[in-house]
């Protein structure tokens, strides 16, 4: 019995997005610099695609939407270029000094427990952390990224 159930959570565990390998080619497009290359990807002017943007769900009302591979990437370069130093690239943060908060670590057993259960819930509280900061230690980033990029963020820590 508790082996049949064992095999029924690692099966939930496998649903989670897949973790997108990159190559030392791939760069992240913070600020503008994002809506150009959307633009080139999709055919469409900078300024559509800031509009679209604009027309995802923000979080923490409504969310995620759906993400193609472009902005897989884009979320695992993000990671890379702006949150690895604090919270690891594979998500284990590395040790910060004396006194100083330590974000809790991504990956294992017990985050995917918490996608599996929290679902779409949890990835809206994620989403706002992102975008509003947390504390003093974690930076805002809803200003310097696309509602696209902070989903896409959200995307590859639930694949780490
Ligand atoms: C300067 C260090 C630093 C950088 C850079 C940073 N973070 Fe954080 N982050 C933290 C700390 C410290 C916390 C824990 C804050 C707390 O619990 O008070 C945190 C918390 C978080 C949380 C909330 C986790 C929870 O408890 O719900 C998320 C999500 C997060 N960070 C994502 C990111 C993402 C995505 C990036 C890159 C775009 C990033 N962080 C960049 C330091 C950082």
Redesign the pocket.
């Known amino acids: 019995m508790r082996a049949r159930w064992l095999v029924v959570a690692g099966l939930c565990l496998a649903c989670g997005p897949a973790p997108v390998a990159l190559t030392p080619d791939d760069a992240s497009h913070p600020g503008d610099a994002w809506f150009g290359h959307r633009a080139q990807s999709l055919g469409i002017s900078a300024a559509a695609a800031r509009t679209r943007d604009g027309l995802l769900p923000a979080g923490p009302e409504a969310g995620p939407p759906a993400l193609d591979e472009l902005a897989a990437r884009e979320g695992a370069a ?2 890379r270029d ?2 690895a ?3 690891g690239v594979d998500g284990e ?1 590395p040790p ?1 000094p004396e006194g ?5 670590a991504w990956g294992g057993m017990g985050p995917a427990m918490g996608f599996t259960f929290g679902g779409d819930k949890m990835r809206r ?2 989403y706002r ?2 975008a509003e ?7 805002a ?1 809803g200003t310097r ?1 696309a509602r696209e990029q ?1 989903w896409a ?2 995307r ?2 639930e694949a780490l």
């Open positions: 993000l990671w702006l949150c130093r604090c919270h943060p910060v100083q908060i330590e974000p809790k509280g994620i952390s992102i900061g947390k504390g003093a230690a974690m930076p980033w990224l902070i963020l959200v590859h820590i």
